[in-house]
């Protein structure tokens, strides 16, 4: 399969064409989509009306944008006009959304081809993409393992060489954790670097929108492509997009990075092993390595779960069977509402809303919702004071491969536990990227970890570029 | 420390929610949840007493734009996605109800 940039490339010399390059996303969506169950709907339509106005403008000389020609996945919880935007969830059932967020705009704005919504944890809760009231997601790579989640589909989108590229939001490691078990580069941006308009909301301070792709240079394209203020977003940061793509050979020479012990201790041996190859690598490019030990992060995961449900709590609340999606029948409005809500959530949303109802509730506000506000305060302390003597800091994604379908699937908290390396990032609205770096059991990809402070993805990519090269790629 | 969480509560905690749950889903829910809530005791141990709380990652501002009138969205558009609408307003079952 051809990378972004060279169909980029191609489409802009005539070589190939947009249209000609939808066909053959469709046609490897076409072979595997029953199998791996990516994508909840392929909007050819609009992907083919995409592609002829890149192609006609090619056509009349005019320039064309960064991703001309590109079909990209869009996880189906990012509204575009008019396509099913399902969350994953029978409470969204035969929504059409009369307004496309801002990245699926910038998108068609850069010329690349929308081909469709994929797979995702119901609401975007959860680690494997098996709580999607659509059947899960089955990871490309082996069929009898989950791609990660909650963003599987567009993970395993990519993974399957049906898309070049595709988006997925993460809120506690939800791109990077597919990414890793999928044998991706997988980025969570800096808080605001993308605008959330359009994101159907999880947990509102920790949702950030990011790209999936097979190497750097296409993740950079993405990001660079859909990052930049949006005055849609209240809480986007106030500058234009920053320029990655250009610093993608920068290389580590000089670089601190800091090996992060509670980032990898606790993990398979394989994973650890992976790790301790990177920092070696990354040394041996000129990073001078430092091994550190942060404490706060085995905070993360207690802070992480009472924080994101306090807010998913809040801002589920407005599936009520009034205004969109699902209603089911009661004789009043209350009974109304229970009945939708009840027929229309998955379990892993209702224990999410309680959780977070309770953490929220009187008499458990401070010991729950309060104290993990503090601690969120204690890991971003954490991390400033880490980068005081580093630049970058380095850890696995992942504490396993990808594991079988099933298999922690009716036991929350294990689930839960494959995003401890990955939550801090998001409680400190920070950037971070996962690389595949070397194989594991049964020949499965390890993901590595590299993180950073706010707005320092030009570094992250170098970084990444630099374990990338060492894998031959 | 908070008392381990009972089943009255996870009822409690659904009916706030609206969301109605079958005795078997009770039960489930109220050993599961309980399994997060002890793994979020490790931050009670903490003394935190002088640490203030972080709602957002870089503070939120108030963001206010020019009172400029621009398009919103289509009301047709939008009321046809509704469950059920009438005379271009959302439609709810009755609120209030009839004198006997």
């Known amino acids: 399969m051809k990378t972004a940039e060279e169909i980029v490339r ?41 592609a002829e106005s890149v192609d006609a403008a090619i056509s009349r000389g005019e320039e064309v944008g960064p991703l001309a020609g590109v079909p990209v996945a869009i996880k189906d919880n990012m509204c575009q006009r008019g396509v099913p935007t399902t969350c994953s969830s029978r409470i969204l059932d035969a929504w059409r959304p009369p307004y496309s967020a801002t990245v699926v705009e910038r998108l068609l704005a850069a010329g690349a081809v929308p081909v469709g919504k994929t797979n995702l944890d119901e609401f975007a809760m959860g680690s494997s993409t098996e709580n999607s009231a659509f059947g899960p997601t089955r990871n490309p790579l082996d069929p009898t393992r989950v791609p990660g989640g909650s963003s599987g589909g567009s993970a395993a989108a990519v993974a399957a060489d049906m898309t070049p590229l595709a988006l997925g939001s993460d809120t506690g490691g939800s791109i990077r954790q597919p990414a890793a078990l999928c044998g991706l580069i997988g980025v969570k941006p800096t808080y605001g670097l993308v605008s959330r308009y359009g994101l159907i909301a999880f947990a509102s301070s920790l949702d950030q929108i990011g790209p999936f792709a097979k190497n750097v240079t296409d993740a950079a394209m993405l990001l660079e492509a859909i990052a930049g203020h949006d005055e849609m977003d209240s809480t986007s940061l106030p500058e234009p997009a920053p320029a990655l793509v250009t610093h993608v050979n920068d290389g580590v020479a000089g670089k601190r990075i800091g090996l992060v012990r509670d980032l990898v201790d606790g993990a398979d041996e394989d994973v650890v092993h992976s790790v301790e190859r990177a920092a070696e690598v990354l040394a041996a490019a000129g990073a001078t390595i430092v091994e550190l030990n942060i404490p706060e992060f085995r ?101 396993s491969v990808a594991f079988e379908l099933g298999s922690k699937v009716s036991d929350p908290m294990a689930m839960y536990l494959s995003d401890i390396f990955t939550i801090p990032t998001n409680l400190a609205g920070d950037a971070a990227v996962s690389v595949p770096f070397g194989t594991g059991e049964h020949d499965l990809p390890i993901g590595v970890q590299l993180l950073g402070p706010g707005r320092s993805e030009a570094q992250l990519f170098a970084a990444a570029r630099v374990l990338e090269i060492a894998e031959g790629r | 420390m908070s008392p381990a969480l009972r089943r009255e509560d996870v009822a ?53 734009r020019d009172d400029v009138l621009r398009a919103s969205l289509d009301r047709e558009e939008v009321l046809a996605m509704a469950p059920e609408s009438e005379d271009g307003r959302f439609a709810v079952p009755r609120i209030i109800g009839e004198a006997p």
């Open chain 1, 299 to 399: 905070l993360g995961l207690s802070a992480y779960y009472i924080l994101a449900p306090a807010e998913a709590s809040s801002n589920l609340a407005r599936y009520d069977g009034v205004r969109y999606g699902l209603r089911v029948d009661a004789d009043d409005v209350t009974a109304m509402n229970e009945a939708t809500r009840t027929a229309g959530f998955g379990d892993e949303v209702k224990r999410r809303i309680m959780l977070g109802t309770y953490a929220l509730s009187a008499g458990y506000y401070d010991a729950y919702y309060g104290q993990a506000l503090k601690v969120r305060t204690m890991m971003i302390a954490a991390f400033a004071r880490a980068y005081r003597d580093v630049d970058l800091l380095l850890g696995a994604t992942t504490p």
């Open chain 1, 10 to 50: 191609d489409v802009r010399n005539g070589a190939t064409t947009a249209s000609s390059e939808l066909d053959d996303a469709l046609l490897a969506i076409k072979a595997r989509n029953d199998e791996l169950n990516v994508f909840l709907y392929v909007d050819e339509e609009g992907a083919r009306r995409q």
């Open chain 2, 12 to 64: 409690h905690v659904a009916k706030l929610a609206r969301l109605v749950l079958s005795d078997a889903e009770l039960d489930q829910f109220t050993q599961q949840l309980s399994q997060v809530l002890e793994h979020a005791n490790d931050m009670s141990s903490l003394d935190l007493e002088n640490v203030a709380p972080t709602t957002h990652p870089f503070g939120l501002v108030n963001v206010v």
